[in-house]
């Protein structure tokens, strides 16, 4: 009997049994004291592996040697200093209330909860707000040279779903500057023995040994050498999985391998639709485009969004008249104008792309224009500000964006869903562990700008370092055998993967495959979906799927740097990803934030939650490739911000 | 457009390696450098042969992966620039090309153009940080920091580790990737307790790791992707001449 | 399964002493004593516009400075210790930086890297050979006057005026060669002098380059215009 991918069966629910009680304010607390703690002597025996460096795992890694563990760090970077989180440029939330304008950790627990369309857990949002604080005491402490004032006090700035003004910048590199942070951090516990780096490694599978995470098996990318690593407690840190659209913000080897892997081992997999499209990237320009480039939202501090009012009109900017263009951000949301959050901003720019009043050579882009700003504060307060940001898009497209206004279109760039995880941060494997963005907790169905990187570092340096002491202070954890079956049945799967994808030979090379599932989701899993389309998804990714195991070309050997053959397991992977994620779109027929359906808006096109029907969190269980999963729910429930419309306007 | 390349393939680290000419025909002047790559390994695939290994990832200037020299100068032509955010429009049609991977010692070559540049890593793991171990920092505020120190730490702090400045320098010299960190962690005063074990003990790996010195040529500079001031390299030595000569090294 | 707490490889590796940036303060201390030493040899060398005595006279006095209290040419020999020491230890560390440079890049590029940087940077190397070279010859013929076609003790002016006889075209254009280059390698050593020393800032770098150029252009134009004299009668 062969069973469709749609025909999932509904399991039992699933509840956050770490989650304290009380009142909010205090969970955190009493969490903290609630946890088992290990006794030192017993931290130097124990060890932990980190897979991911990024803010998240870097973080994390350094954090778990200071106190003590012996940790193992794994990226397939050349260096850890090279994860994508460096690439986050607009800024990090936290609420000092150094302003005075009002902030508290109250309000932001309140704006991220909103933000996120009521679909995120109350608990965990207003720990990450408590724990913002912290974050930049830390971070200044290490050195991030954030903004300053001329009192020499720290500068901050207002970004998107927010009205006070709580984000902490460094120019326009914030994440790189917290990253090397993290990374100096972490090289200073690989110089102290604490830390064992990996570079250039991939996590290819978790070993399970009695129901437990016990460690992975990874391939040196540079040896091809595959063999497992094993530890007490496994944490992954490894980032979204945007790069299932091909084209996205992320970096090109961003992968979802190593979630996807644990879901294959019992890992639940967590609200995979939510995907956030950030409204402010560098339009593309051809066929032959490899990626895309955010604009930092920062940008839209300052920078007026327009398109004309007439449909076609094909004029240059610069004669288009004032009062011909439609600034429709502000037109729609007076209240939050250029500042609305990112979903709400996307699909308003797809909208009248959609009517025809798209700007640039494709008509998919629209305005950011600065010369109000320059004509306020001038070209060199501006240029302060957000130069890098202009060199930047002055590079790539060749335009002067001082002199004429930038064009913008959005682009696939946070992934909310990922690994289901409780208040620990522990999946539901016991023992493997997620953190950053490879876990679904703290956005709901869409992340405000500059939270990510507040999530990756409180995940990292506070909340893990303080919860995984419970999971090793209880589990009495003998050694494992490096000859037991479970490892060898590990190793022998990944063995035989690498074989079988050198041995197909056929005549597509793995990029064809993965622009192919990119086109594919974006048109019915990207900004706007509808059951028509994901329906014709599901159809079309198990073909993809089967053409790619009987089809696909990857040259040279397994016991060599080859990075054909890198892409073709993590385009593998993303074959099986897509199917679930328009799985769980098609399942989840009400909007909520980064989740558009058509089906379900209001009269003026906003998206309309049910949350009747789905105030939950969709948590998937695998059965097997292609084979229809087992929905497990865990019911939200909203006792300090109560559901409402998200209203910006 | 159309362009001939020459590119080094080296299978390994105990490989000699050589240039091998390839000729892209259907290039674009959109293109970034590495989209030609790609291009050039599509069809290499196809034909059964092995693409060009290079090392990428972001492909947004930031992460500093990319690590090639074009036309003998490292991220090419463009000034300011790294190679995945070069444009073929800086190329002339039917131009021809020279690729060749990062030189140095401490850059040992794994294959055709990606190379091994763990030695910065060490450099930095030897000291290039503020020990602030999880937990302990002070408010954020109980320290003001002059905006012209943080500013000119933030432009040291820029550097992203890509290597450019050791290919581009007739040394072989990391000088300007040792300043950087030495300026960035100096300028603050929380680098201030480790500043001088700090410089000696970052040098003293330098040069271990095989890189050469510095005559201040200043091609490193010039090559600097994210124009790193040379001006960094006369901290470092400043620094260093305090803490060797004065007395105040702790350790 | 693998071990935790390895440390790289690497560590094994001797650490080279001195280190990098000790020789290149070498270069720059023994560096600022010879240029010294050109300004005030320079600005001697000029005294032959005041005629043959000034000069001879002032040659004299060199030798005779500081007496009674000081024996006969003590600070003359106390300058050429202090100098000597400072070339060779000037040598030694350019001779174990360059060593160390071509160890740092073993295999050269194939398509040979444009000069970005300035190009007295680039041939500082060259430079210091004909510098030397010139330093060898130049002693031999002025001190101690064994190539000297004049070659009277004493009489500095008429030594250097059968020196750079309009017949002697090839010493004086060796000569004039070698102060050519003398400049460009003070027109580096000395910002990059004041760069190791750790006297340089991005607002300072453009006026030390300056000051470099001018100070670079004096000692070669001052050192220049002897054997310009001679050869065109206007010393005689």
Not at chain 3, 111 to 120: D, E, K, T
Request: net charge neutral.
């Amino acid at each position: 009997m062969t069973s469709s991918y749609t025909d999932y069966t509904v399991g039992a629910p699933v509840a956050d049994t770490a989650a304290p009680g009380g009142p909010i304010e205090e969970r955190w607390e009493r969490r903290r004291f609630g946890v088992k703690l290990v006794n030192p002597a017993n931290k130097r025996k124990m060890k932990i592996i980190v897979v991911g460096t990024g803010l998240a795992g870097g973080s994390a890694a350094a954090s778990l040697a200071e106190l003590g563990y012996q940790v193992s760090s794994f990226c397939y970077q050349d260096s850890p200093r090279r994860a994508h989180s460096i690439a986050a440029q607009g800024g990090i939330n936290a609420a000092k209330n150094y302003r005075n304008d009002g902030d508290s950790v109250h309000r932001l627990f309140y704006d991220t909860v909103k933000g996120g369309d009521f679909r995120s857990r109350e608990s965990n949002v207003h720990r990450l707000a408590e724990i913002s604080l912290q974050i930049i005491d830390q971070c200044v402490a290490q050195g991030v040279p954030f903004a300053r004032e001329y009192g020499g006090l720290l500068d901050t700035r207002s970004f998107g779903g927010a009205q006070v003004s709580r984000t902490f910048y460094a120019r326009g590199q914030t994440g790189q500057q917290l990253l090397l942070g993290a990374y100096q951090a972490l090289e200073r516990q690989i110089d102290a023995g604490g830390v064992t780096m990996y570079p250039r490694h991939e996590m290819l599978d978790l070993i399970m040994v009695e129901g437990r995470a016990r460690g992975i098996v990874a391939r040196d990318l540079i040896t091809g050498e595959t063999r497992s690593h094993l530890a007490d407690a496994v944490v992954l840190a490894s980032g979204g999985y945007g790069n299932v659209f091909y084209l996205s913000t992320n970096a090109k080897g961003c992968n979802v391998t190593a979630t996807w892997r644990a879901h294959r081992k019992g890992a639940l997999f967590a609200n995979p639709c939510y995907t956030q499209i950030h409204p402010t990237c560098i339009p593309v320009s051809g066929d032959h485009q490899s990626k895309l480039t955010l604009m930092s939202e920062s940008l839209r501090n300052d920078g007026r969004v327009w398109v004309p009012k007439r449909k076609g009109d094909d004029r240059a900017a610069g004669d288009i008249p004032e009062d011909e263009r439609d600034y429709y951000l502000e037109r729609k949301y007076p209240a939050f104008g250029n500042l609305v959050p990112r979903d709400i901003a996307s699909r308003a720019a797809k909208d009248v792309c959609d009517e025809g009043r798209g700007v640039g050579p494709t008509g998919l882009g629209v305005y950011l224009d600065f010369s109000d700003a320059i004509g306020r504060l001038g070209r060199s307060a501006v240029a302060a500000k957000y130069g890098n940001l202009f060199d930047i898009y002055q590079r790539i497209t060749g335009e002067d964006p001082y002199a004429v206004p930038m064009r913008i279109f959005p682009a696939v760039h946070y992934t909310m869903g990922g690994l289901w995880v409780d208040y620990d941060l522990q999946s539901t494997i016991p023992g493997l562990f997620v953190i950053g963005e490879a876990n679904f907790s703290d956005h709901g169905a869409n992340r405000l700008g500059a939270s990510a990187l507040m999530q990756g570092l409180a995940d990292g340096y506070f909340v893990l370092p303080n919860t995984i002491g419970d999971y090793l202070a209880g589990a009495r954890l003998g050694p494992v055998d490096p000859g037991a079956a479970e490892v060898r049945a590990a190793e022998q799967e990944v063995a035989n993967r690498v074989e079988t994808l050198l041995s197909i030979d056929g005549n597509r090379t793995v990029d064809s495959f993965h622009r192919e599932l990119g086109h594919l989701m974006w048109d019915q899993c990207g900004m706007e979906r509808t059951d028509e389309g994901l329906r014709k998804a599901l159809d079309r990714i198990p073909e993809l799927r089967r053409e790619f195991w009987t089809n696909v070309k990857v040259p040279g050997t397994g016991a060599q740097l080859n990075q054909s053959l890198e892409r073709a397991g993590r385009v593998a992977d993303f074959l099986e990803l897509a199917e679930l994620m328009c799985l769980d779109a098609l399942h989840r027929t009400e909007s909520c934030g980064g989740h558009f359906r058509a089906e379900s808006q209001t009269e003026d096109g906003e998206a309309a939650r049910d949350d009747k029907n789905f105030s939950y969190a969709a948590a998937w269980e695998f059965t097997g490739q292609g084979e229809p999963p087992v929905l497990h729910k865990e019911d939200l429930h909203f006792e300090y911000v109560m559901p409402s419309q998200r209203s910006y306007k | 457009m159309k362009l001939n390349l020459k590119i080094w393939r080296q299978a390994g680290p105990e490989d000699r390696g050589r240039l091998v000419a390839y000729r892209v025909d259907d290039a674009d002047e959109d293109m970034s450098f590495l989209e030609l790559l790609d291009v050039l390994n599509e069809r290499l695939a196809l034909d059964g042969e092995e693409p060009v290994a290079f090392d990428h990832d972001c492909r947004e200037g930031i992460c500093g992966a990319c690590s090639m020299v074009i036309n003998g100068e490292p991220h090419g032509p463009q000034k300011a620039t790294t190679t995945c955010q070069l444009h073929l429009r800086h190329f002339r049609d039917g131009e021809s090309i020279t690729i060749e991977p990062f030189r140095a010692a401490a850059f040992p070559v794994v294959r055709d153009l990606v190379v091994d540049r763990g030695s910065l890593d060490r450099i930095v793991a030897s000291g290039g940080y503020i020990s602030a171990p999880t937990g302990s920092a002070p408010e954020a505020h109980a320290t003001p920091v002059p905006k012209a120190n943080a500013d000119r730490a933030f432009t040291a702090a820029a550097c992203i580790g890509c290597g450019a400045c050791v290919a581009a320098c007739p040394n072989g010299s990391a000088s300007l990737f040792l300043g950087a960190k030495i300026t960035h962690l100096g300028e603050l005063p929380q680098g201030q307790p480790e500043r001088s074990d700090r410089v000696v003990r970052m040098v003293e790996t330098h040069d271990t790791e095989g890189f050469g010195g510095c005559t201040n040529t200043g091609e490193c500079a010039v090559a600097c992707p994210k124009e790193i001031p040379l001006d960094v390299i006369s901290q470092l030595n400043r620094d260093y001449r305090k803490a060797t000569t004065g007395g105040r090294r702790s350790a | 399964m693998v071990t935790l707490g390895q440390r790289p490889a690497t560590r094994a590796r001797h650490t080279p002493r001195p280190s990098s940036v000790q020789l290149k303060i070498v270069m720059a201390v023994s560096g600022a004593l010879a240029l010294l030493y050109l300004v005030a040899h320079m600005i001697g060398n000029l005294k032959i516009f005041l005629g043959a005595e000034a000069i001879n006279t002032y040659a004299a006095w060199l030798r005779t400075v500081g007496e009674p209290a000081l024996p006969a040419e003590t600070l003359l020999w106390l300058v050429r210790v202090v100098l000597t020491v400072a070339i060779v230890a000037h040598i030694v560390s350019a001779v174990i930086l360059t060593r160390r440079a071509h160890r740092a890049r073993p295999v050269k590029y194939a398509h040979r890297q444009p000069v970005q940087g300035s190009y007295a940077a680039r041939t500082m190397r060259w430079g210091g050979v004909i510098i030397l070279l010139f330093i060898i010859y130049h002693l031999l013929d002025l001190t101690t006057l064994t190539l000297n076609p004049n070659g009277v003790p004493g009489d500095v002016h008429a030594n250097l005026v059968a020196d750079f006889a309009p017949s002697r075209w090839y010493v004086t254009l060796f000569y004039a060669l070698a102060v050519i280059a003398v400049g460009f390698h003070v027109r580096h050593g000395l910002w990059s002098g004041l760069q190791t020393l750790g006297h340089n800032s991005a607002a300072a770098q453009n006026t030390l380059k300056g000051v470099a150029l001018v100070v670079a252009v004096l000692l070669t134009v001052g050192f220049l215009s002897v054997p310009f004299a001679v050869l065109t009668g206007l010393v005689r």
